[in-house]
C-alpha cells in the first residue's frame, strides 16, 4: 500500500499569513500516461463529511476559493492557503488515488489560528 | 445535484453486526463505482472498500477481509455496507462515497455519515 504522510500534524497560522501543508508519499503517484498526479486535498469540519480541494495534485474543485491551491509532483506535494480566513479551520487530508485498491490518505493537518 | 443519503446511528453490542445503508439519488447509480470510508472518534480517514454497483463486484481492505461484505440494490439505487463481529475499536462514523464524474477515485460526493457505537 501507498503510505500518505502529512507534515505538520497541527499548524497555527495568523488572520491573513500563509499557511502551508506537506504530503510525501511512499511511491511516485505521477502517471506518465497521462502526465497526471493521482493527489487530492480534503478539508473537513466537525462533523461534516470531508469536502474536496484540490484533485489531480494543482486543479480546484469547482466553488473553492482560489486562496486554496495545490502542487508538488511524484511523491512531495503542498496545499497552500494564501491568506488564511476564521473559515478555513479545519483538518486537512491529501489522499492518493494512484492505486484504488487501497486509496490511501494522510493522517490529517489540522489547521488552527494562531 | 448528486445526493448520497444514509441511514441512521446504530448502536451494537461486541460481537454484533451492522448494515448501513446509502440510498444514491440524481445520477445513474450503476454508473459509478461506490466507496465506504471510516473515521474512528478524532482519527483520521480509512478506506474500506468499493463496489462496483453495475456488476456487483467488490474489492476490500485487507483489514476488513472476512468481516465486510459490500452489496447493491440496483432497482432501489442503494448501496449497503455490512460489518460483522463487532468490537469497540469499530466505534466510528461511516461514511459513503462516489467516484468522481471522471471516472477517478477521488470523492466529490459523501453521504452525511452514519455513527455506529459498540459498546456492552
Known amino acids: 500500500d501507498i503510505v500518505m504522510t502529512q507534515s505538520p500534524d497541527s499548524l497555527a497560522v495568523s488572520l491573513g499569513e500563509r499557511a502551508t501543508i506537506n504530503c510525501k508519499s511512499s511511491?511516485?503517484?505521477?502517471?506518465?500516461?497521462?502526465?497526471?498526479?493521482?493527489l487530492a486535498w480534503y478539508q473537513q469540519k466537525p462533523g461534516q463529511p470531508p469536502k474536496l480541494l484540490i484533485y489531480?495534485?494543482?486543479t480546484r474543485e469547482s466553488g473553492v476559493p482560489d486562496r486554496f491551491s495545490g502542487s508538488g509532483s511524484e511523491t512531495d506535494f503542498t496545499l497552500t492557503v494564501s491568506s488564511l480566513q476564521a473559515e478555513d479551520v479545519a483538518v486537512y487530508y491529501c489522499?492518493?488515488?494512484?492505486?484504488?485498491?487501497?486509496?490511501?490518505f494522510g493522517q490529517g493537518t489540522k489547521l488552527e489560528i494562531k | 445535484q448528486v445526493q448520497l443519503v444514509q441511514s441512521g446511528a446504530e448502536v451494537k453490542q461486541p460481537g454484533a453486526s451492522v448494515k448501513v445503508s446509502c440510498k444514491a439519488s440524481?445520477?445513474?447509480?450503476?454508473?459509478?463505482?461506490m466507496h465506504w470510508v471510516r473515521q474512528a472518534p478524532g482519527e483520521g480517514l480509512e478506506w474500506m472498500g468499493r463496489?462496483?454497483?453495475?456488476?456487483?463486484?467488490?474489492n476490500y481492505a485487507q483489514k476488513f477481509q472476512g468481516r465486510v461484505t459490500m452489496t447493491r440494490d440496483t432497482s432501489i439505487s442503494t448501496a449497503y455496507m455490512e460489518l460483522s463481529r463487532l468490537r469497540s475499536d469499530d466505534t466510528a462514523v461511516y461514511y459513503c462515497?462516489?467516484?468522481?464524474?471522471?471516472?477517478?477515485?477521488?470523492?466529490?460526493?459523501w453521504g452525511q455519515g452514519t455513527l455506529v457505537t459498540v459498546s456492552s
Open positions: 489531480w495534485a494543482s
Open positions: 511511491q511516485s503517484v505521477f502517471s506518465g500516461s497521462n502526465n497526471k498526479n493521482y
Open positions: 463496489i462496483n454497483p453495475n456488476s456487483g463486484g467488490t
Open positions: 462515497a462516489r467516484d468522481s464524474e471522471e471516472g477517478a477515485t477521488f470523492y466529490v460526493d
Open positions: 489522499q492518493q488515488y494512484y492505486t484504488t485498491v487501497p486509496v490511501t
Open positions: 440524481r445520477y445513474t447509480f450503476t454508473g459509478y463505482y
